[in-house]
């Protein structure tokens, strides 16, 4: 019986790690840096986004894909730490760009709106469009499952 349980184990943890390291990662690029990202797609998971989370890596980030142009705006109700917010259109290029944007803390937050039509919007830590150079116009390479 023990030997049936070490064999178990064992084939688990390896099918577990083998199946991880040949997951595809999420990515968007901006020249020469990657964020690994999470996906937004259905309204539940829209309106979840970030937060309640403490941290984020300074690699990682959420992708809101909303399948279709407007002008999506964002509020940083329950998010815990401040983010740089940015819309992209249907061509993956920069439209919009909110800097840092602050935690609200109370129970009604002013919207973040964009003035630019987007079909994707990007949140990342705060200070990682100055630290990339990232500017309107700019094109980012999608390399996400659809």
């Known amino acids: 019986m023990f030997g049936f349980l070490l064999i178990f184990l064992i084939f688990g943890l390896t099918s577990f790690f083998m199946g991880k390291r040949n997951q595809k990662q999420d990515k968007i690029c901006f020249q020469a840096f990657c964020f690994e990202v999470e996906i937004a797609r259905t309204a539940e998971q829209r309106r979840q986004g970030l937060m309640f989370r403490k941290s984020l890596d300074e690699n990682k980030g959420m992708l809101f894909d909303f399948g279709k142009q407007g002008r999506h705006s964002f509020w ?71």
């Not at 998010?79 to 803390?105: G, M, S, Y």
Request: proline fraction near 6%; charged fraction near 25%.
């Open 76 to 146: 940083m109700k329950n998010t815990l730490i401040p983010l740089d917010i940015i819309w992209f259109d249907d061509e993956h290029r920069v439209a919009f760009i909110k800097e840092n944007a602050q935690p609200c803390v109370q129970e009604l937050c002013q919207p973040i709106s964009p003035s630019e039509l987007a079909s994707y919007v990007l949140e990342i830590n705060a200070g990682m469009v100055d630290k990339i150079g990232l500017s309107i116009g700019a094109t980012m390479i999608f390399d996400i499952e659809k």
